[in-house]
């Protein structure tokens, strides 16, 4: 009986979970500020008369920025058309979700300099495709 008095309590470590919460923290607040950026480049959008406000819906979704020097934005990172197929077809195969990709365009921007990006979504078998736009007032 005198054993059972002179032993210790058992406790756990509780370090190693606190440095996964930590870092599960980090990695989050990385993550969205990243998404943020991608959304957030100052463009001038085009004005749109009709349409409905997107729901945020659980789906993997890629932006891809067309900015009025013809600079293409495939989410944070700069990418050419010739490799937009390539990489969209990357993103779909990555996800088991149906993907959507949303085009920031520029007003200024012609339609002949999105239309390869469409192809592009096309090619790599993407159909949900979504302009944003600002609402004309």
Do not use: Y
């Not at 406790?11 to 990243?34: A, E, G, K, R, W």
């Amino acid at each position: 009986m005198n054993d059972a008095r002179n032993r210790k309590p058992v406790s756990m470590n509780m370090t190693p979970m606190i440095d996964v919460v930590f870092l599960l923290i980090i990695f989050f607040l990385v993550s969205s500020h990243l998404v943020q950026q991608e959304t957030q480049l100052e463009l001038d959008l085009p004005l749109a008369v009709t349409g409905a406000e997107a729901a945020e819906e659980g789906g993997k979704r890629v932006t891809i920025n067309l900015k009025a020097d013809g600079t293409v934005l495939l989410g944070a990172s700069e990418a050419t058309l010739e490799e937009l197929d390539g990489r969209l077809a990357f993103e779909r195969e990555r996800t088991s979700e149906p993907l959507e990709v949303r085009i920031r365009a520029d007003d200024g921007i012609p339609f002949g300099e999105v239309k390869p990006v469409l192809v592009a979504c096309a090619k790599a078998g993407i159909w949900d495709v979504r302009f944003a736009v600002v609402e004309e007032k």
